[in-house]
């Protein structure tokens, strides 16, 4: 009887702890499959494939509230938002009356901007509540919040036209972030810089939202990439098509320095408390020193990479990586590669974090 009552205590105890492990933003991150509703689930802190949850649908995007440890998901193709509760291990659904292709969490973790065609709505997923809705944009649009959260940029890549929605008031107005077909809005994170590819005319654009003005136009030798900031809101990185690309001051709009990373980059990233760039391409992630122009270290790479992320620490980053079901592991320290970890998937897509290194990008 004893011996029974132990191993019900256990299977109760591991039960409980597997409801409950996944709620650190900052530790775990969640990959998707692209053929199938499976998703692993990955310790960050100790590189390995811990658990597969099965979802209710094969996820077009997702994203992670860390606050109300919730993860969304769309389909593409269903009118609602499939909403995984992580701290209480519960699945439900909320019904819309469109057919979402975008979402993304305000910085208070509990309310979502769920866009659709030429459509935009307000909700609260955790309650399945409606909040309002704004009509009159043109899709495709690009959706951020600002990092505090104020104000959430809609920015039709059509022309470059932005709303900004203010969030307490509900103020709207309008400008004009780029010219022609744009990319998805760059904000800075700490709010005062908003930039575009201009892919009309191979630069990009960088407005001051602080003072309402132009800031920088930078030309590049090829089509742009979308603009990264880093997380200190200190330099901008930028790369075409070709692999060339450059480093900007973020408060004096100069070039700092010229990078030469691998054709079609198709990621820009920052990490190691903000000193080491990192451009992943077809075929090679190039890394290199932010502030000093020091030559590139060239990484080859065997398949290009999806989804890249880096931990919120700085010092590690995973991708996907097309036709592999094992995710790439790479020390930022160190610039060296580390052991895959395999995941059980065959087709792993998506990867997101409660908490990462990339802000409003």
Partial sequence: MKKYLYWLCLLCST???????????????????????????IDTFNNRKVDVLSLKAIPSEMVV???????????GKTA?????????????????????????????????AVGGKNKLIFVKPLEKQYLDEITGIKSPFSLNYDNGGYNLYITEQQ????????????????VQI????????????????????????????????????????????????????????????LASESGKGVVVNAWSGEVEREITAGNNPMSLRSGWLETIGIIASDHALTVFDIKENKPETMITLTRPLNEVVVVSDSKTLFATQEKSTSLFVFDIRKAQRLKQIETSLPQPNHMVMGITNTICH
């Fill in 15 to 41: 039960s409980v702890a597997a409801s409950e492990r996944y709620v650190d933003g900052a530790r775990w991150a969640f990959v998707s499959d692209a053929i199938s509703s499976k998703m692993a689930v």
């Fill in 65 to 75: 509230s860390d606050i109300q440890d919730l993860l969304v998901y769309i389909d």
């Fill in 80 to 112: 609602q938002l499939y909403i995984y509760d992580l701290a209480e291990n519960i699945q439900s659904e909320m019904a819309l009356d469109f057919v979402p292709d975008q979402i993304v969490f305000h910085s208070d973790g509990a309310q979502l």
């Fill in 159 to 174: 022309s470059g036209k932005t709303l900004i929605y203010r969030l307490h008031d509900k103020q709207r107005r309008f």
């Fill in 178 to 237: 780029g010219k022609g077909q744009v990319s998805e809005i760059t904000l800075s994170p700490d709010s005062r810089l908003g930039m575009v590819a201009q892919y009309d005319s191979n630069s990009v654009y960088i407005r001051d939202l602080f003072v309402e003005q132009d800031f920088a136009v930078i030309s590049l030798p090829s089509l742009p990439y979308r603009p990264y900031v880093s997380s200190d809101s200190e330099h901008i990185i």
